[in-house]
């Protein structure tokens, strides 16, 4: 009998010994699944963060690409060039760009004013010196130079960032 009372004892030991083998193993257990989390929602931060840093890139990039330029149109008229073989006349249509709504609106109340500073600059050319690439662009620098000077009504002169020639004619008699 009293070996079965040491068998049930010896059963007992190596439950004992099995219970904290189990719970070993069911703690590396949790410890590796705390850790594959951890690196997974290490990971997932990281690539959010890097797509966050592009969404913001975007975002300022979208923004400054949605500033929509402004545009003043000129009427198109026609001048007598300086002569140089016979009558020249030149026949212009052009667009101002111009840094924002409120200089193209001050353009505007000035209109008679910008189109007299125009008509003196342009009538002051010779055909020869507008038929070119750079008499073009020169002229353009020209009219950026006049056009931002300020107009009889005080204060600061308008911003024309550019000058876009939307037709532009000489024509000889």
């Not at 353009?107 to 073009?136: I, N, Y």
Request: charged letters at 20%; proline letters at 4%.
């Amino acid at each position: 009998m009293a070996t079965k009372a040491a068998k049930p004892a010896a059963k007992g030991a190596d439950a004992a010994e099995a219970a904290p083998a189990k719970s070993k193993k069911m703690l590396f257990i949790i410890i590796g699944a705390v850790l594959v989390l951890a690196i997974g929602g290490g990971a997932a931060f990281m690539l959010m963060g890097g797509k966050s840093k592009k969404a913001d890139e975007e975002h300022v990039e979208e923004k400054a690409s949605s500033k929509v330029p402004v545009f003043v149109v000129i009427e198109p008229f026609v001048v007598n060039l300086q002569q140089e073989t016979g009558d020249q006349f030149l026949q212009v249509a052009l667009t101002l760009q111009v840094a924002n709504a409120e200089t193209a609106e001050s353009l505007k109340v000035f209109m008679p004013q910008v189109r007299s500073r125009l008509l003196m600059v342009l009538s002051s050319k010779k055909a020869s010196e507008l038929l070119t690439s750079e008499g073009k662009r020169n002229l353009t620098d020209e009219i950026i130079d006049q056009l931002g000077e300020p107009f009889a009504g005080g204060g600061k002169g308008p911003s024309i960032t550019d000058v876009f020639y939307t037709s532009f004619v000489i024509q000889q008699q």
